[in-house]
């Protein structure tokens, strides 16, 4: 087997270990609050159910946490030894494309804080383009407030150049630089040639551009699926979304190898009607990233517009393993005193 592929197994057991941790955690959290409601175990008839659930999911999680571990290690050690095989060298110009299997699906938020970890953990200068649609919403996911958007670089393309794309960003606090869809409804939609025009710009002031499309297809004919471009197909574990995923993927998509990385997002790993099996065969290959399903830290973090990366979640762990993967750097930060995203 290729060595290649060998590296893509070990990603996709690192996130599906990753998902399991947050389930556990979830689990865990669970218990500890049911057991607060309970004043004194000795009088509590289910007193050594709880304990006995305790001690298993915490057994089960250390099991995962040194799981993890062990994959991290050995993706770092496979990465080293064949660099080739990464997605990409540290040095090399990136396009990352996000592209929603369907409305919905998390494209934004997966876009919009992947964005914002390339642009920390590479320290490259890294721009994210919001081309979601109708009014897309990446500003709001990241909490800024932007003066000009994308359409004014549409409306004026024939003049579009690095100063003058320079002046329509807006700056996060991360280093990201975005330019944002527009904030009120368009008339005009921007040509192929407006969108490549841009493309061309921007990637030549920046070394990794990352694209929110939404669930649009109408770009396809467009730079944004060249063949460097690395598109990042996001989907969810339910029947329409699969379908979706399907047809895109056999219509779109069957020759692109490593460059489509697959992406289930709010992922469980217990679903009921769904096996491994049969998201597979949806998917045609096995997929390459699992994102945990995190309802509380997704609410929590669009209420107050903050990325939810730069704080430490199961999602957020998951989004900065991807990154760290797209910009060919090991999976496990350089341990920092005090703070780290796999503790
Ligand atoms: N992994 C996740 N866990 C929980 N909620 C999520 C997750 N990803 C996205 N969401 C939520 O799903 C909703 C849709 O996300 P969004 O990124 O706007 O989707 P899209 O851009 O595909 O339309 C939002 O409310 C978002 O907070
Ligand atoms: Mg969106």
Redo the contacts with the bound molecule.
Sequence with gaps: MAVGRHIDILRAGLSRACCLRADLERELAEIADSTSQVPDDEHDAEGSTLGYERARASALLAATRREIDDLTDALARASVRHPESGRSKLSSRRLMVFL?AK????????AANFAVAVAQDSGQKTLLIDL?QPLG?AAI?LGVAPEYSSANAFQESGRLDANFLASLLTAHSSGLSVLTAPTDFTPAQPTIEAIDKLLAVARQSFRNVIV?M??RLDLRASSLFEDTAVIYL?AQVGISELRNANRLIKHFFAERGPKLQIVL??FTPHTLTFDDEHITKALTRPATWR?????A???RT?NTATALVLEDSP?ARAIRLMARDACGLPANPAKKKGFSFFS
Excluded: E, H, K, S
Excluded at 103 to 110: D, I
Excluded at 291 to 295: F, K
């Design positions: 929603g409305g919905g699906v998390g494209t934004t938020t997966l979601g919403d996911n929110d939404g669930a996001v997002n709010r994102i945990p399903d995190d309802y830290t997704a609410r669009q999602i």
